[in-house]
């Protein structure tokens, strides 16, 4: 309130107790607080965090941010000294100021008509918005300081104050606007209110594999900025120019990622990123593409006769996402499997069972020369330690791609295998909890074997194995509160196998509403 600034000011102003001043220091040590020009005082925490901390406090508090000053100070017509009006209530018509400070050069005429706005203005209750009112540097890009008000709190109506920032810190996009170069707010960034920007950059807005939703030009430029980092995990940001430019949606030269290359959107502020002329490239006709530099050779690509899309890669070949239109059906048809998406082809060769991945199945002539040259193989270890009657040349031998992978599109034991041997981009392996005879043994009677084993502590247990043919196995996830052990393939799945969820609380590859 108006009285704040009484409060622990060292000074008791109550004739009959001393309580303004009581556990002022348990209060500052626990809560910092700001004082302002005005004497009030606000949190620490509450300064400049783009919302006003209360409408009696005339958003004071986010009137001084970063070394600019938002609004005026004036002493009030019908109020105390040292008054704070904010941009509202600069050029309103109604002037608080003794000196009348707030309404001066308020005028609009022909030679500073560019530096004004449809106004925002209610007095009493009463819309005086319609007309255009004067922009300064201290009433442009000001914060939306009450968000969630029916009524906005900036001045104007057509958003024009929030462009032309002063300060660089809130600059959001660099773009034009009616032809001319300018800067347009970061509250405006992905809004979706309007489009100040002649193309409308500062909309271009899309959704990370984590749920995050940020401007086109915050993905792949080195910083999270999403909590999970999703951004920067993107199977895009691993085809990344090596030229870089000033993108218009972030500050500082950048690297671009090679699929914005040519695709009829400008986001370098010179828009060198559509000169065909600027990039390397290869191929001809339908299959020419960007490359990063002219010595990167051109390799064979699979022709797409459907789809969004003229070619595929052939890394990016039957990876089970639909990019060439009848792409999985080749795929599927070609191999001769059922299905190839949520489980692995799998062969015995003596003791050992190899188990092949994705795009590392045979089949097609094309994939041949995928398996020699980009899959690798390694055994499969989990648990890590040792178990009884199950050594290494008995595991599991994956052969999987030799480079990582986005797995938001893999399901089952090929997202478990992928994930847990690190060889997703941004997934996390699913498996956390040994399978242990207690939990698993009643649900396979038939297939069941117990055998000695010691955890990574060296805490033994009795571990419980499958035995198929002359080899032993323990594929299985735990569902710990649920006590179930379900097999890799129901794992990441989207279906609820454990009944509360638990095998696929850790997947990347659906969305998960928030609690």
């Known amino acids: ?46 300064l400049c965090d783009g919302v006003c901390a209360g409408k009696l406090m005339n958003c004071e508090d986010e009137g001084l941010c970063n070394g600019y000053q938002y609004g005026l100070y004036c002493d009030h017509k019908q109020k105390e000294e040292g008054w704070y009006l904010p941009p509202t209530e600069v050029c309103d018509g109604m002037a608080m100021c003794r000196d009348g400070r707030d309404e001066e050069n308020c005028e609009v005429n022909a030679t500073n008509i560019h530096n004004t706005c449809v106004g925002n203005r209610h007095v009493n209750g009463r819309l005086i918005g319609g007309q255009r009112i004067m922009l300064f540097n201290h009433t442009r890009c000001w914060t939306d300081a009450y968000p969630d008000d029916d009524e906005s709190s900036v001045p104007c109506t057509d958003y024009m104050d929030q462009t032309n920032c002063t300060d660089v810190s809130r600059v959001g996009v660099m773009c034009k606007i ?40 915050r993905f792949c430029d080195g910083f999270n900025d999403c909590p999970d980092g999703s951004d920067e995990v993107d199977p895009m940001c691993l085809h990344l120019t090596t030229t870089r430019c000033f993108r218009k949606g972030h500050p500082g030269m950048r690297p671009l990622a090679l699929p914005w290359i040519g695709d009829e959107v400008e986001d370098c502020l010179d828009g060198k990123d559509e000169d065909g002329s600027v990039w390397p490239s290869c191929g001809e006709d339908i299959t020419k593409r960007v490359v990063n530099d002219d010595n990167t050779k051109c390799k064979d690509v699979f022709l797409c006769r459907t789809g969004s899309v003229n070619f595929v890669d052939y890394e990016s070949l039957c990876d089970g996402v639909e990019s060439c239109g009848s792409e999985n059906k080749i795929c599927k048809v070609s191999r001769g499997f059922p299905e190839i998406f949520t489980s692995v082809h799998r062969y015995k060769t003596g003791h050992t069972t190899t188990k092949n991945l994705l795009h590392c199945l045979p089949g097609m002539k094309s994939l041949d020369f995928l398996k020699k040259d980009l899959c690798q193989q390694s055994p499969f270890r989990f648990p890590m330690h040792k178990t009884f009657g199950i050594n290494d040349a008995q595991r599991p031998k994956l052969q999987k791609p030799l480079y990582k992978q986005d797995c938001d599109n893999m399901y089952g034991e090929t997202y478990v295998f992928m994930s847990c ?95």
């Open 421 to 515: 041997t690190d060889s997703c981009t941004n997934s996390k392996c699913p498996l956390t909890e040994y399978p242990k005879v207690s939990v698993c043994k009643d649900q396979f009677p038939q297939s069941f074997a117990g055998t000695f084993a010691r955890d990574t502590d060296g805490d033994p247990y009795l571990a419980f194995v499958v035995r198929e043919r002359n080899t032993y196995h323990s594929d299985f996830f735990v569902c710990e509160k649920s006590k179930k052990c379900i097999p890799y393939s129901k794992v990441c799945d989207l279906v609820d196998d454990c009944d509360n969820f638990e095998d696929e609380a850790q997947c990347t590859n659906h969305f998960q509403c928030a609690d």
């Open 1 to 46: 309130s108006t009285l704040d600034r009484f409060l622990c000011d060292g000074k008791s102003q109550c004739d009959n107790t001393d309580a303004d001043e009581v556990e002022c220091e348990a209060h500052a040590s626990s809560s910092p607080r700001f004082y302002m020009r005005t004497n009030r005082s606000v949190e620490q925490a509450e």
């Open 178 to 217: 009616n032809n001319y170069t300018s800067t347009v707010s970061k509250i405006m960034v992905c809004s979706g209110k309007t489009e100040l920007c002649d193309d409308g950059i500062e909309n271009l807005c899309f959704m990370t594999s984590g749920g995050c939703f940020i401007h086109k030009h």
